[in-house]
């Protein structure tokens, strides 16, 4: 077993956090070429009488800890969580400015003393981290291959199977950069890794 960081954008945490997300596709970087040996838990090819490939990212049985966008108090060293969505009062985009009414159900309103400075997941070190999942399984696939519900598993707030594959795809554009669009977007239907997980409680040797 081996535990490994993985990044979601908030709105893939709250979709976690609702149970809604139980696994995740990542695009297989670099892409496989045309004579490549796709396999459940690796892709592999020749040239010259030398082996290349690549494994998977992960494998069943290992803990992946969520990085998400984050701040942490200056003085009390608090951690707080973008994910958690706002309050009546405040936007978490900036946080909750001085003389904010506090209100009762929102710890970020009684952070008077400053705005919230958010943080990219990517740094978010290991002892922040509040969601703990186990892999169950992990597979290569192309990515329009996806079924109707397998796109709802991904955290789709469209349950209608039908138009679950259409927000899938806007929300796995959404997060490819313009420049790699040809090559990682949802036309380009690149290789993918499958990842199925489950929430999970910390390791305890963590």
């Known amino acids: 077993m081996s535990i490994k960081p993985i990044l979601f954008n908030t709105d893939m945490v709250q979709a976690i956090l609702d149970g809604r997300k139980t696994v995740t596709r990542r695009a297989i970087k670099p892409q496989p070429p045309a004579c490549a040996i796709i396999k459940e838990k690796k892709w592999s090819f020749w040239i010259d009488g030398d082996f290349y ?15 998400e966008t984050y701040a942490k108090h200056p003085k009390t ?5 973008r994910a958690d969505g706002e309050c009546d009062g405040h936007s978490t985009e900036w946080g909750c400015p001085k003389g904010m009414k506090v209100t009762d159900n929102c710890e970020l309103c009684a952070w008077l ?3 919230i400075k958010w943080r990219p997941s990517i ?12 892999v169950v399984d992990v597979r290569v696939e192309r990515l329009q291959d996806i079924t109707p519900d397998e ?7 469209e349950q209608f199977p039908p138009l679950a594959v259409d927000e899938f ?4 554009n959404a997060t ?3 420049p790699d669009l040809d090559c990682y977007g949802w036309e380009a239907n690149p290789w993918v890794w499958v990842i199925e ?6 390791p305890e040797e963590e």
């Open 169 to 172: 795809r806007e929300i796995w």
């Open 123 to 134: 740094h978010m070190p290991k002892e922040a981290a509040r969601i703990w999942l186990k």
């Open 176 to 178: 490819i950069k313009k």
């Open 113 to 115: 003393d400053g705005y």
């Open 77 to 81: 060293e608090k951690y707080y969580y």
């Open 53 to 67: 490939g690549m494994k998977a990212p992960c494998l069943p049985g290992d803990i992946l800890y969520v990085r």
């Open 197 to 202: 997980f489950e929430r999970c409680e910390k």
């Open 151 to 157: 796109a709802i598993n991904e955290g789709t707030k």
